[in-house]
């Protein structure tokens, strides 16, 4: 895939992605493509938001609560099946282009912003 054009560092900070613990996961069968519910923590500022994700061929429902990711909050919601998704939480493609879910490689505190 070929890079994006260039931006400014303005265009950057106009993105503001977060961390964020995820509190619940759970199946999404009314998904066009194979998804999860999650349920994300991001702190007293951001609070609970909830996200569809695409990310059920290398990550497991009960390996998902706890754990800390990234995803931007700054997005308008997007209406996906029955749910309203409030963030977009973010990931990389494997070798087989399914997601892979971009974590800090250390505890960090939710709400955390990228930088």
């Keep these: 895939m070929p890079t994006a054009p260039l931006i400014t560092i303005d265009d950057f900070l106009k993105v503001d992605v977060r961390v964020g613990r995820i509190v619940a996961a759970e199946p999404f069968p009314q998904a066009r493509k194979p998804a999860y519910r999650l349920t994300i923590d991001f702190g007293e500022e ?27 909050v700054n997005f308008p919601p997007r209406q996906i099946g029955p749910m309203m998704s409030e963030v977009l939480t973010l990931g990389v493609p494997d070798a087989e282009g399914e997601v892979v879910l971009i974590e800090p490689s250390r505890e960090a505190p939710v709400g955390g912003r990228l930088y």
């Design 46 to 72: 951001i609070g609970i938001k909830r996200s569809s994700a695409q990310i059920t061929r290398n990550h497991a429902l009960d390996e998902l609560p706890g754990r800390l990711v990234l995803a931007v």
